[in-house]
C-alpha cells in the first residue's frame, strides 16, 4: 500500500494543482516519505549513468579544452554539470586529497623514525654485556675481547685529549679569539631577533587579538608553528583560492579588451579551467608513475592556452602574449593568497 499523499494545492507554494506537477514551481503533486532507493536512483541517474551529466561534461572539460565554456555559451546548459558545482566538486576533492596524502605522509615518517630509534636501541642494547653462565669459555673470551675494545678506545682518547691540551697552550690567543667572535655573533643574532619582534610588535600595536596570538606562536616549538601553519593553509586556502576566481576573470577582462565579451563570460571560463586544473592535480597526487604524472603535467600547462584560443579565438601569438600575462600576476595573486591562508592559522593558536 503506497502511503503517498495527493494534495489539492502544491506543498511548496500553494499553488492549485491539476496534474502531476505544479504548474508555478514544478513540485511534484503526489508526496511520499523519500526512501534510500530514491536517493540512489537521483544520485546514479545524474552522476554515475553513462547518459549523464557528469561524463558528458568530462569528456569535453579534459579532452576538449573551452569545449564546455562555448558550450554553455551557445546556451546548451541542462546537459552538463553547473560550472560552479564542478568548480566545487573538484576542489572539495583535491583538497581532501591534499590533506590526506600529507597526513599518510607524515605517519609514515614518523613510522620510519620510531623504527629508526627502536634499531639505535637494538643496537646499544646489543652492545652491553649480557648475562652469562660461569661455565662459558666462549662468554669468557667474548668478554676479554670487550675489554680488549675499550682499552683501545680509552688509550685513542687519552692521545687525543693529550694533542687537545698541547694546542689550547700554545694558541690560547686563537682560541679566546674564537670564544670572543661567536659571543658576538651571539649577540648579534639576539639583538636582531629582538629588533624584529620589536618591528612586529610595533605594527600589530593597534591589533590585540594579532598581537597576542603571535606572541603565542613565539612560545611554541618549530614544529608546532610548522603545524599552525600547515593548518591554516588546510583549513583557509580553499576559500582564498574560490575569491580568486572573480580576480582571474578581472585579468581574462583586461586581456581581452574590446572583444565584447562580458564579465560573467570570463568568470564562467575562470571556472571551467580552474575546475581542470583542480582535477588534475588531484589525478597526479593519486599517481605513483613519473612518466603519468610528466604526460598530465604537460597536458595541465598547454591546456589553458588552447582553451584560450579555441573560447576567445585570438591569434597563437596574441594568445601565448595574454597566457603568459594572466599566469604571472595569477601566480603572484596564488601565492600571495596561500602565504595569507597559512598565517590565518595563527589566529587558531590557543584554541
Not at 597526513?103 to 623514525?113: E, I, L, P, W
Not at 624584529?196 to 598581537?211: C, M, Q, S, T, V
Request: charged share 20%; aromatic share 10%; hydrophobic share 45%.
Amino acid at each position: 500500500m503506497s502511503n503517498a499523499a495527493k494534495l489539492d494545492n502544491c506543498a511548496n507554494c500553494d499553488t492549485p494543482l491539476t496534474g502531476h506537477f505544479c504548474a508555478n514551481c514544478g513540485q511534484e503533486a503526489v508526496l511520499h516519505a523519500a526512501s534510500v532507493r530514491e536517493f540512489l536512483h537521483e544520485f546514479i541517474g545524474h552522476y554515475v549513468a553513462l547518459e549523464g551529466k557528469l561524463w558528458g561534461s568530462l569528456k569535453r572539460l579534459i579532452f576538449k579544452p573551452g569545449e564546455l565554456t562555448n558550450e554553455y555559451i551557445r546556451g546548451r546548459r541542462v546537459r552538463y554539470v553547473q560550472p560552479l558545482r564542478m568548480y566545487l566538486t573538484f576542489s572539495v576533492l583535491f583538497f581532501a586529497l591534499l590533506k590526506f596524502t600529507s597526513d599518510g605522509q607524515t605517519h609514515v615518517d614518523n613510522k620510519q623514525t620510531t623504527g629508526q630509534n627502536i634499531a639505535a636501541a637494538t643496537i646499544k642494547a646489543a652492545g652491553k654485556p649480557q648475562p652469562q653462565d660461569a661455565g662459558s669459555e666462549e662468554s669468557k673470551s667474548a668478554a676479554r675481547d670487550a675489554l680488549a675494545d675499550v682499552m683501545s678506545e680509552m688509550a685513542k682518547e687519552d692521545a687525543k685529549s693529550d694533542i687537545r691540551a698541547a694546542k689550547a697552550e700554545h694558541a690560547p690567543e686563537q682560541a679566546s679569539g674564537q670564544a670572543s667572535g661567536q659571543d658576538k655573533q651571539d649577540k648579534q643574532d639576539s639583538t636582531d631577533m629582538n629588533i624584529n619582534e620589536e618591528y612586529i610588535d610595533g605594527k600589530l600595536a593597534d591589533l590585540p587579538l594579532l598581537r597576542r596570538q603571535w606572541h603565542a606562536l613565539n612560545q611554541l616549538p618549530p614544529e608546532e608553528q610548522v603545524k599552525v601553519f600547515k593548518n591554516g593553509m588546510n583549513h583557509y586556502a580553499p576559500y582564498a583560492i574560490f575569491l580568486l576566481m572573480p580576480v582571474f576573470a578581472l585579468l581574462l577582462k583586461v586581456l581581452y579588451l574590446g572583444s565584447g565579451r562580458h564579465f560573467g563570460e570570463h568568470m564562467l571560463f575562470a571556472l571551467h579551467t580552474n575546475a581542470f586544473a583542480f582535477l588534475m592535480f588531484s589525478v597526479i597526487l593519486l599517481a605513483h608513475y613519473g612518466l603519468l604524472q610528466f604526460l598530465l603535467w604537460c597536458w595541465m600547462i598547454g591546456y589553458l592556452p588552447w582553451a584560450m584560443r579555441c573560447v576567445y579565438h585570438s591569434s597563437r601569438f596574441g594568445t601565448f602574449l595574454r597566457w603568459a600575462v594572466l599566469m604571472l600576476f595569477y601566480l603572484i595573486a596564488l601565492v600571495l593568497a596561500v602565504m595569507i591562508s597559512a598565517g590565518m592559522g595563527i589566529l587558531t593558536v590557543g584554541h
